[in-house]
């Protein structure tokens, strides 16, 4: 055979890779993005480079079992580190992770700084182990081709090596299949497949080159093993001793370099799709590593027993063969041995240029672009790609560089460890970022600084120095101790000398440098993404807009990504937030992190972050100022979001909350759990029916079943069951609308109610033949089915209650110690103790007021409370007010005047005297002296409605935020305390009547409060009088026969205790039983009944209509008078109330407001 025919065939099989590689474009582009864990687990040895082809056996035949320490570290990773991998994987997908300078930017606050240092590391560490590539496919083509063509001149190849031409092919295949999109997150699927199609056939063709050489080339098994025992050097090499320090360095080595290798974290991170692949990847990786290296030592030492050292070691693989004249086989190991140098060189260059495009270029490129004012737009993704281009030329260019100016007499292992010792400087600031919360960006970089240029010292520099350099034999400037190979006289070899040095100065430093200093609020996001804490205090909650608009940020992003994929992202972002963005819109800090993750995809998250930073500059002014919002305003809204989790993770059922469209907003860890789905299943955006794919292909839905199960997720208001055959669990799921058209649905575990109850089925189907062996066990059953049932029911009248509004639950504790407090003050009256009692009372009172006003707030803005229009005159209403004010003003030495008007208007008159209420009350609490003058004033087709006051006035700068919530001025804290929200319920209560209310005011003159009503001509309705108890002007209650009905016992216990103080003869109930046994056992009907709205048994209403007609039948008593003593403030309720001519009295009770009204009683009934 000829050697160029040789060569022909290894650029067909390169040509055969790009049909490969085609293929797999193809296939994935009409597929969806699912797992593939066999072509996962083979792409992953792509580790196995020619180091393992051919460098094993060569440091074999030297060393003998020593080269199985960098296989020993991958399996232990595999086989007992598979969470960890999850771990980094569910992190790098969830923050648009690249690479491992990626990932370690992110991990400290997506810094720049750190994701250079990591880069630089990475490209200056990968390059010898390139080099080994080129160095191995160098070597194997000539030996071949010299074989068979012995007159053969290497000078027709530039600089007379034909690993150029090669490194030229490579070059273009990653480029070609490696940089054709700027998204470096997309999976690169035909590139994956020709890796797992080259890890099969540098298996196959390993294994058959050993199963030749060992039993049949060079005789039999037996025959060889007799060689072997006269074979000094064999012998020699198998009984090799290495030490403890050297197999713990290459354990260790291998262990980081499986993980943190740019390529090898590109094929077990970037490109991985799910835990599925990486648990097919846990068994069937080690496997891989076994079956490779089960002939490296008999081809060692049949090398060494038939070529010795007339051949480096590194190729017997192929100089074997060769030997035997089994030209076939030798083809085979030559096809082989390129296999494993093109599948990592490829990889390793495709993962190098992004991280050097990505953080190395782009950054001085982004600075430089965003800083030159423009009008021009530039599209920069070409510019990206032509980067990660070049990289790749010039990565190739550098190792060939490397490769030219070492010794040939270097072995392919030495090499490869040099770049292992680099690549672990990674290791101190990865698993400590992963561990320990207080580690930061400055003690990452130091770590990562001191490590590196330990590692360039000890274990570069002397592969590069010629052996009887200088600084090698007597160290810098003749300081012995200072020598690259014995660090302050330690004496150890090469390569655990430096791995030990730079790896003990590497952590010392990172650690040392995360002390330093506290970590940046970036930082701290990160951290507790990285490593979540389970408890979480609550930060404040605020809402951050920028100067930027939405325009400005589509059109930076599209620069980097392209306009049509970042049209489609915001029209995404559009429907999933239900949000229209139109261009002059600024842009929130929601919609900012969603531009950054984008960003994050093309140019990794560290320049992500300095181009948003850089807009925000341009906008806002300040860099500092920029990046602290967008630290801050990101923390914020992190934090919030994880504790909403952490406090939904802890419900005992599964909750999932569904948008208009069924797509997945919202989960918590038990739903996972309950159907035991895999993370990647569910994602936020992804619809319902992924989930019931997945549960479909794994046999939990029938196929009969199969269209009611779908119709029954979509709809709301239903409870049903659903069995997952899978794991024999049986969920009953309740769905329940959302305001904006999605659902909420809870996943409750009734296996056990679903079991039992099945147990006592097959019990009744065979009690009458077993009844009397079987009764006793029949009972048990039934009682853990009531067990099971009372769980079940617990456990959702718990989730009811739970997504209950709060505001009865909050007053009814408050109104019975409203009762109790009144109860002991009238105890106390006139005794030392009478102080306290009374501040008890007024702390109440505090505290009734305050929720008053939040409960208003809190109707007003829900859109609960609804105006009832009427129409009547206003001097009525004014009237009403100024009676009611007066006293106080007076108290404050005020006079209150009002300016009758005979206008007629039509609005809901209680909103609207509520809302001038509020506006005299203000007036009077912030005038000293003077007066308050309200009334009505003509301005054409409308009307004023005014309150004037002398108070202390509000100055011009403030009048805007006066209507806040929780907004008081400094002047008006120093004049009367309050809590700021009176004024932002009468802005409320306009808003509701569609009032337009002003203010004018001078400081330290007064202020005028607007309101600006229509007149109306219509018709005065009737006056609609609350119902009123029927007054005899008696002052004693004496004998007052009162029936309470509450529900809570303490509420009952107070109001008797209270009523009887005040000398009532008082009846108490709980509900319609204990009513209906009152009825028939009382000799005389209740003078009064108080009773509260919401009762476990029906209602107060209810109650008051059976009581008034079982007494007007059975003891003649026509009309009970009522009040009904209720914290629901809704119009129903007031309705019902008002047709009953039933009095309300709102929670939490004023007690002299219940005595005044009960002082103003006639009994109907004696």
Request: proline letters at 4%.
């Amino acid at each position: 055979m000829q050697g160029w025919a040789v060569i022909g065939l290894a650029f067909l099989y390169l040509l055969l890779l790009f049909a490969i590689a085609s293929i797999g474009d193809k296939r994935a582009a009409n597929k969806s993005n699912a797992p593939r864990p066999y072509i996962f687990s083979l792409s992953l040895a792509v580790y196995c480079t020619s180091w393992t082809f051919f460098g094993s056996v060569g440091m074999a035949a030297t060393s003998g079992w020593e080269f199985l320490g960098i296989y020993i570290g991958p399996v232990l990773v595999f086989v007992f580190g598979n969470r960890f991998l999850r771990h980094m994987v569910r992190l790098a997908k969830s923050e648009h992770v690249t690479s491992i300078a990626d990932f370690l930017a992110a991990r400290y606050g997506k810094s720049f700084s750190v994701a250079s240092l990591a880069t630089l590391i990475a490209a200056v560490g990968s390059i010898p182990y390139i080099s080994l590539q080129l160095k191995a496919v160098s070597g194997s083509v000539d030996m071949i081709v010299i074989n068979y063509n012995p007159d053969f001149d290497p000078s027709v190849f530039i600089f007379g090596d034909i690993s150029l031409a090669v490194a030229a092919v490579l070059a273009l295949f990653a480029i070609l299949f490696g940089t054709r999109h700027t998204d470096a997150t997309e999976h690169q699927d035909g590139l994956i497949l020709a890796v797992a199609v080259e890890s099969l056939i540098k298996l196959s063709a390993f294994l058959l080159v050993g199963i030749a050489c060992t039993f049949f080339l060079f005789g039999s098994p037996s025959e060889l093993l007799d060689t072997l025992y006269n074979s000094p050097e064999a012998l020699s090499a198998l009984e090799h001793k290495t030490s403890a320090a050297t197999w713990i360095v290459h354990t260790v080595l291998s262990a980081c370099a499986v993980i943190m290798l740019p390529r090898q974290f590109h094929v077990t991170v970037v490109e991985s799709r799910s835990d599925k692949e990486l648990h097919t990847a846990r068994w069937m990786f080690p496997l891989y590593l076994i079956l490779i290296n089960i002939f490296v030592l008999p081809i060692a030492l049949i090398g060494v027993m038939k070529l010795g050292t007339s051949v480096n070691g590194d190729l017997y693989v192929l100089a074997l063969p060769l030997l035997a004249h089994a030209d076939t086989m030798a083809i085979i190991a030559f096809i082989g041995g390129l296999s494993a140098a093109t599948a990592m060189v490829i990889v390793a260059c495709v993962a190098l240029s992004i991280m050097i495009s990505n953080h190395l270029v782009l950054p001085l490129l982004i600075k430089y672009f965003m800083q030159q004012e423009r009008k021009k737009k530039r599209d920069l993704t070409q510019i990206i790609l032509i980067t990660r281009r070049l990289t790749i030329i010039i990565i190739l260019a550098l190792s060939f560089a490397y490769y030219r100016a070492t010794s040939n007499n270097v072995h392919l292992a030495s090499i490869g460890f040099i770049s292992f010792a680099a690549i672990a400087q990674f290791a101190p600031v990865l698993i400590g970022g992963l561990w320990w919360r207080n580690a930061n960006g400055r003690g990452a970089l130091l770590g990562l600084s001191a490590g590196f240029i330990v590692w360039v010292y000890t274990l570069l520099i002397p592969t590069l120095a010629p052996d009887n350099a200088a600084l090698l034999i007597d160290g810098p400037f003749g300081i012995s101790w200072l020598r690259p190979n014995a660090l302050l006289g330690s004496d150890a070899l090469p390569l655990t000398h430096g791995v030990i040095w730079s790896l003990a100065i590497n952590t010392l430093f990172f650690i040392a440098g995360s002390l330093s200093r506290a970590a940046s609020p970036v930082e701290r996001i990160q951290a507790s993404i990285f490593l979540p804490r389970h408890v979480m205090t609550m930060p404040t909650l605020r809402r951050f807009r920028t100067e930027v608009t939405v325009a400005e940020l589509q059109s930076t992003i599209s620069s980097y990504l392209g306009a049509d994929r970042v049209a489609r992202a915001l029209m995404h972002y559009e429907d999933k937030h239900q949000e229209h963005l139109s261009p002059n819109k600024t842009i929130d800090i929601t919609l900012l992190r969603y531009a950054e993750q984008m960003l994050g995809t093309a140019v990794g998250s560290s320049s992500a972050r300095l181009i948003l930073s850089l807009l925000l500059h341009r906008k806002d002014g300040s860099a500092r100022g920029a990046r602290q919002l967008l630290d801050n305003a990101s923390e914020a809204l992190q934090q919030n979001r994880d504790l909403l989790q952490i406090a939904i993770d802890q419900m005992p059922q599964g909750v999932t909350v569904l948008d208009k469209d069924l797509r997945i907003t919202c989960w918590n860890r038990q739903f996972r759990l309950l159907l035991s789905l895999p993370e990647e299943v569910i994602q936020v955006g992804f619809p319902i029916s992924t989930i019931l794919e997945y549960l479909d292909q794994r046999g939990d839905i029938p196929v009969s079943e199969r269209a009611a199960i779908i119709r029954s997720f979509g709809r709301a208001n239903q409870v049903w069951r659903f069995q997952i055959y899978s794991t024999g669990r049986t969920l009953e799921i309740r769905s329940n609308p959302m305001p904006d058209g999605g659902l909420v649905a809870s996943y409750t575990d009734v296996t056990a109610s679903v079991e039992a109850e099945a147990t006592r089925q097959r019990a009744n189907e065979l009690l009458e033949q077993r009844v009397a062996d079987r009764t006793a066990e029949l009972t048990a059953v039934n009682q853990e089915l009531a067990q099971a049932r009372g769980l079940a029911e617990k456990a959702n009248l718990g989730k009811t209650r739970f997504l209950a509004a709060v505001g009865h639950d909050i007053l009814q504790p408050l109104n019975a110690a409203r009762l109790y407090s009144t109860l002991l003050s009238e105890k106390l009256a006139n005794s030392e103790y009478t102080e306290f009692a009374e501040n008890i009372n007024s702390s109440l009172e505090s505290v009734e007021a305050i929720l008053g006003l939040v409960l208003d707030i809190s109707r007003l803005d829900t859109g609960a409370l609804k105006p009832e229009p009427s129409v009547f005159r206003l001097d009525a209403l004014m009237t009403q007010v100024a009676k009611d004010f007066a006293p106080l003003a007076k108290n404050r030495g005020l006079e209150l005047r009002v300016i009758p008007s005979s206008l007629t208007v039509k609005t809901d008159r209680n909103m609207l005297r509520r809302l001038l209420q509020n506006l005299i009350s203000n007036s009077i609490k912030y005038s000293h002296t003077g007066k308050i003058v309200f009334g009505v004033r003509r301005r054409g087709d409308h009307i004023d409605l005014q309150v004037l006051d002398s108070g202390i006035g509000i100055a011009p700068d403030k009048l805007a935020t006066v209507f806040q919530e929780f907004t008081r001025l400094d002047e008006g804290a120093r004049v009367a305390e309050g809590l700021g929200l009176g004024l932002s319920i009468v802005d409320r209560i306009g808003q509701v009547l569609g009032l337009p209310i002003s203010i004018t005011s001078i400081v330290g003159r007064g202020t005028v409060f607007t309101i600006t009503l229509t007149p109306s001509n219509e018709t005065i309705e009737p006056d609609q009088k609350t119902p009123q108890l029927q007054s005899g002007g008696i002052t004693s209650l004496q004998s007052l026969r009162v029936l309470c009905l509450d529900n809570d016992a303490k509420i009952l216990g107070g109001m008797q205790a209270l009523l009887g103080n005040w000398g009532c003869h008082v009846e108490s109930i709980r509900n319609h039983s204990d009513l209906i046994f009152y009825c028939h056992h009382s000799k005389q009907p209740p003078h009064i009944i108080i009773a509260d709205y919401h009762l476990e048994e029906g209602n107060g209403l209810e109650i008051i209509d059976y009581a008034r007609n079982y007494f007007a039948k059975n003891m003649n008593c026509p009309f009970i008078a009522a009040i009904l003593l209720t914290a629901d403030r809704s119009p129903e309720v007031r309705a019902e109330a008002d047709e009953r001519q039933v009095i309300i009295l709102n929670k939490p009770l004023k007690p002299a407001a219940l005595r005044s009204l009960l002082s103003k009683f006639t009994p109907t009934c004696r």
